[in-house]
């Protein structure tokens, strides 16, 4: 399995909401990025205590989506071009029901490993101006995803991810959402036992695990 990359992307901290700073705004690069153990060479995030880190270095959001925003949002001009959601790797061909957590891609030169779907927030609504982005993110499972750095590279726009081990094929990405994020922890108590074997997943959804595994009492 493996898709184009037809965009990669880098955004710098800005004004995004009174004094509240954001580096949701990402534009596309060209030529060969490096990508570190942290992510892409000149990428920042604004409020490191919850995005990037070593669990999400990279975050890849699917242009497959798209056309399901516009007909959600309409005419909106950040659907024009990749990068409306944040994201550094824009590719065509994958999405959360056939990638797996844990899933090993080559990106570029460099390899990387699915560490959990991305978790939204109140920002897409305020980047979008509508009211309801953030839930339609949870309701749909048009997530997006975080990698982490294995082994550091170059990647640029023409490069190939392909995908070079699925240890864990039992876990698709909106599987792995819908369990930790989208209230079906209750009804799936096998799962959620099962997931605290998973040593890939990324150490805050651990935490949410073990929270919502002590909420229904497993272990």
């Not at 990669?8 to 153990?37: M, N």
């Not at 550094?88 to 570029?108: A, K, M, P, Q, W």
């Not at 030169?109 to 920002?123: F, H, I, M, Y």
Request: glycine share 10%.
């Amino acid at each position: 399995m493996e898709a184009l990359i037809h965009t990669v992307l880098t955004g710098k901290a800005r004004p995004f909401r009174g004094d509240e700073a954001s580096a949701i705004g990402k534009r596309p690069v060209a030529g060969a990025v490096a990508v570190e153990p942290l992510g892409l060479a000149g990428d920042e995030q604004a409020d490191r205590s919850v995005h990037g880190g070593i669990d999400k270095a990279i975050h890849h959001y699917p242009a497959d989506h798209y056309p399901h925003w516009r007909s959600r949002l309409g005419d909106a001009p950040l659907l024009d071009t990749a990068g409306a959601f944040g994201e550094n790797i824009s590719t065509i061909g994958l999405d959360e029901h056939n990638v797996c957590l844990g899933d090993r891609f080559r990106l570029g030169s460099a390899l990387v490993e699915v560490t959990q779907a991305r978790q939204p927030c109140w920002k897409l609504d305020h980047r979008f101006g509508a009211k309801g982005v953030m839930a339609e993110v949870v309701a749909s499972r048009r997530t997006g995803w975080y990698y982490r750095v294995l082994e550091p590279g170059t990647v640029r726009a023409g490069d190939r991810l392909a995908l070079v081990e699925r240890p864990f094929p039992g876990w698709p990405l909106a599987s792995l959402f819908g369990l930790l994020i989208g209230g079906e922890a209750k009804a799936r108590l096998a799962d959620l036992t099962a997931l605290r074997d998973i040593p890939v997943l990324a150490e805050t959804w651990k935490v949410r695990r073990a929270k919502l595994a002590a909420q229904f009492g497993v272990d």
